[in-house]
């Protein structure tokens, strides 16, 4: 049974700080991997997709890389900015499954400090 | 903007209520699904629909009836709730194995 954890569960940051969210997945067998961010109280927001034959990928000050074999993937986020404050999930889609078969983490609270 | 719109985006209502929650995507994408977010849980999905057709209902209590009359629009039909089924529910589209797009959301708050 394929189990997705986050850590850390929250993270506090000085404004303009690089950091590194934490994604791993127990069954290496996935068809993608998924980060989402949530702003409190609202839907949730795609951020990067990565194919499993892919390594990682990037949007703007995002990067997103997977490593099937040791099962984890980091979002790593630059020059952070008090707007980067919300939740950031992770979500892995099973190897030839439907996407209804997406486990979700619990997610990573992030505030970024001014 | 998502492409996904959920209506309406807070909903208070009484445990002999009967309302309905709406979902819209204009994506064009054959896969819907509703999700249920509880306060410091992961999302736990409730129902998928296949070109119209549920392919899945993840052991959801009755008192919660999916509806899809076309592959634009979902409905989660409610009543009699419980307190215990307030939450954030998120309607979401997509293809298989291809990128999600979630909408909004409604906050139930069940009184």
């Known amino acids: 049974k394929q189990e997705v954890t986050q850590i850390p569960a929250a993270l506090s940051v000085p404004e303009g700080e690089n950091l590194v969210l934490n994604c791993s997945f127990t069954?290496?067998?996935?068809?993608?991997l998924q980060w989402f961010r949530q702003d409190p109280g609202k839907g949730l927001t795609s951020l990067l997709l990565?194919?499993?034959?892919?390594r990682e990928q990037t949007s703007g000050r995002l990067n997103a890389s997977l490593d099937k074999s040791s099962g984890r993937s980091t979002l790593y986020i630059a020059a952070s900015q008090p707007g980067d404050s919300a939740t950031y999930l992770c979500?892995?889609?099973?190897?030839?499954?439907?996407?209804?078969?997406?486990?979700f983490g619990p997610g990573t609270s992030l505030s970024v400090i001014p | 903007e998502t492409g996904v719109t959920q209506t309406p985006r807070h909903l208070v209502m009484g445990m002999t209520n009967k309302k309905s929650l709406k979902c819209e995507q204009h994506?064009?994408?054959?896969?819907m699904y509703w999700y249920k977010q509880s306060a410091k849980k992961p999302l736990e999905l409730m129902f998928v629909?296949?070109?119209?057709?549920?392919?899945e209902n993840n052991s959801v209590p009755s008192r919660f009836s999916p509806e899809c009359p076309n592959s634009s629009h979902l409905f989660l039909h409610l009543h009699t709730l419980q307190p215990e089924d307030s939450a954030l529910y998120l309607c979401?589209?997509?293809?298989?194995?291809?990128?999600?797009?979630f909408g909004q959301g409604t906050r139930l708050t069940v009184v």
């Open positions: 629909y296949n070109f119209k057709e549920q392919t």
């Open positions: 979500a892995v889609s099973g190897w030839g499954t439907s996407y209804d078969k997406v486990i």
């Open positions: 994506l064009g994408h054959n896969a």
């Open positions: 979401a589209a997509g293809r298989e194995n291809t990128e999600a797009f």
């Open positions: 069954d290496s067998a996935i068809y993608n």
């Open positions: 990565i194919q499993s034959s892919q």
